[in-house]
């Protein structure tokens, strides 16, 4: 069975960090680019970060570049998103996703075929 699984989320305070994990099973994400994806009560998925199947090409929202970095380890099978100098506006539930990405529509959730359930991160004094 193929599954996606996140961890690392938590409470932290405005300028803190958390890194997140996104954990792959029963496939291996070598083959998938990968994104992360947050998303809000009322609102769609909004795209964060992208990272390509080689690891080489990363792509970032306007809203976190500078502040967070999409990495892989594909000998873990695990993709990771350091963010750091959070803020309140980041708090969100943050998805990982797989997808055989061949268009340019790197942080659109419809070029995804595989989601994790989400860790909720919350950012708040």
């Known amino acids: 069975q193929l599954q996606l699984v996140e961890s690392g989320g938590g409470l932290v305070q405005p300028g803190g960090s958390l890194r997140l994990s996104c954990a792959a099973s029963?496939?291996?994400?070598?083959?998938?680019?990968i994104g992360w994806f947050r998303q809000v009560p009322g609102k769609g998925r909004e795209g964060v970060s992208r990272i390509s199947r080689g690891g080489g090409i990363t792509n970032y929202a306007d809203s976190v570049k500078g502040r967070f970095t999409i990495s892989r380890d594909n000998d873990k099978n695990t993709v990771y998103l350091q963010m750091n100098n959070l803020k309140p506006e980041d708090t969100a539930v943050y998805f990982c996703?797989?997808?055989?990405?061949?268009?340019?529509?790197?942080?659109?959730?419809?070029?995804?075929?595989?989601w994790g359930q989400g860790t909720q991160v919350t950012v708040s004094s």
């Open positions: 029963g496939f291996t994400l070598n083959y998938y680019d």
């Open positions: 996703a797989a997808g055989d990405l061949h268009g340019l529509r790197f942080l659109s959730s419809s070029e995804y075929e595989y």
